[in-house]
């Protein structure tokens, strides 16, 4: 008898990296893609039609960004094994993606070895990060011990974090509302939060911070 494969839901808005990564998993004698979807609620619809065993996730998507994704299919499917795939680099997302409830984040940048290695670490039920992540925790740790200063951006919920990253990159206030798929009033009450928890007097000085916040994590 054939063995079973694992079934995998991809959920990426980029229809040529999708139909990349479909193709990979597709030539594995052990897995199969039983769907794709280019947004959270195509995703979450075929969620219930398909029950894959493992969905992989694109934390950049339009509307439903994939850590909101991720927090619902946690929600909805609580067994279910998820396995978060970004262009962002770990220290940005991957601690708020594990908290969201996926179980693994991986670079789009590492090799097809590299991701099907962590798809099968994360269905035999494990939490699949790099190395380099596991010694950026440990160091976290042991700066808290230390009283050291964390990132201001680790005192943002993960919305106003989204928000706080597009300021840096140069959004405005519709640009993020429509991107976002929020009113323009909900993303001007984020971004007062924002100022408020980073101790910031003016909006002046939120994009600079944002900016230059930006340009740091691109230089690690």
Same mark, same amino acid.
């Given at each position: 008898?054939? $063995? =079973?494969? $694992? /079934?995998? @839901?991809?959920?990426?808005?980029?229809?040529?990296?999708?139909e990349g990564l479909v193709r990979v998993l597709n030539e594995e004698k052990d897995l199969t893609v039983c769907g794709e979807a280019a947004d959270a609620v195509e995703?979450?619809?075929? @969620?219930? &039609? @398909?029950?894959?065993? =493992?969905?992989?996730v694109d934390i950049s998507l339009e509307g439903m960004s994939g850590i909101d994704l991720t927090k619902s299919i946690r929600a909805h499917h609580p067994h279910l094994f998820?396995?978060? *795939?970004s262009m962002h680099k770990e220290s940005l997302y991957a601690e708020r993606a594990l908290r969201a409830g996926a179980n693994g984040y991986l670079m789009k940048r590492e090799s097809g070895r590299r991701l099907l290695g962590a798809i099968r670490h994360? *269905?035999?039920?494990?939490t699949y990060v790099s190395d380099d992540f596991k010694e950026h925790i440990l160091r976290g740790a042991m700066g808290a011990k230390e009283g050291m200063e964390s990132s201001p951006a680790k005192r943002l919920s993960d919305r106003e974090f989204e928000i706080f990253r597009m300021i840096g990159q140069g959004y405005? &206030?519709?640009?993020?509302a429509e991107q976002l798929?929020? $009113?323009m009033k909900t993303v001007e009450t984020h971004r007062?939060?924002?100022?408020? /928890?980073?101790? *910031?007097?003016? &909006?002046f000085e939120l994009v600079q911070q944002a900016i230059q916040w930006g340009h740091a994590e691109s230089d690690q």
């Open positions: 008898m054939p $063995s =079973l494969k $694992s /079934k995998i @839901l991809v959920v990426d808005d980029h229809p040529v990296f999708r995703a979450l619809r075929l @969620l219930r &039609t @398909l029950k894959p065993d =493992l969905v992989v998820i396995l978060v *795939l994360v *269905l035999q039920g494990q405005g &206030t519709r640009q993020i798929n929020l $009113s007062e939060h924002i100022r408020e /928890k980073m101790n *910031l007097r003016n &909006t």
